[in-house]
């Protein structure tokens, strides 16, 4: 499966930008779909994950609250609603179907296909 993201851009703190993660055909292993992202220097992390069949939602920390994970699935699509964005919040952000098709509360998620990356900037 190919994925691919988009949607990043320099946005002022408190903006608000939406990701998309497009997948290349009909999620048929109802596959999980999480967002990761990783800031220069520091490690990926994950931020949020969809289940592939009851789309049962984990959040990291992080972005409870202001981030809004949710999937169309006639247009086989995944999408990361941002809000109230924080400098902090600047990193390349990665879309990735993983092997299981839950989303464990944990985030111990594993990734069975990666897209490409999408540079969120947040700054004034």
């Known amino acids: 499966v190919q994925l691919q993201a988009s949607g990043g851009g320099l946005v002022q703190p408190g903006g608000s930008l939406r990701l998309s993660c497009e997948r290349s055909?009909?999620?048929?292993?109802?596959?999980?779909t999480a967002w990761f992202r990783q800031a220069p220097g520091k490690e990926r992390e994950g931020v949020s994950c969809?289940?592939?069949?009851?789309?049962?939602?984990v959040y990291a920390d992080f972005v409870k609250g202001r981030f809004t994970i949710s999937r169309n699935n006639a247009k086989n699509t995944v999408y990361l609603q941002m809000y109230s964005l924080e400098p902090e919040d600047t990193a390349a952000y990665y879309c990735?179907?993983?092997?299981?098709?839950?989303?464990?509360?944990?985030?111990?998620?594993?990734?069975?296909?990666w897209g490409q990356g999408t540079q969120v900037t947040v700054s004034s």
């Open positions: 969809i289940a592939g069949r009851d789309s049962t939602t």
């Open positions: 055909g009909p999620n048929k292993d109802y596959a999980a």
């Open positions: 990735a179907t993983l092997i299981t098709h839950r989303c464990f509360g944990d985030m111990t998620w594993h990734a069975s296909s």
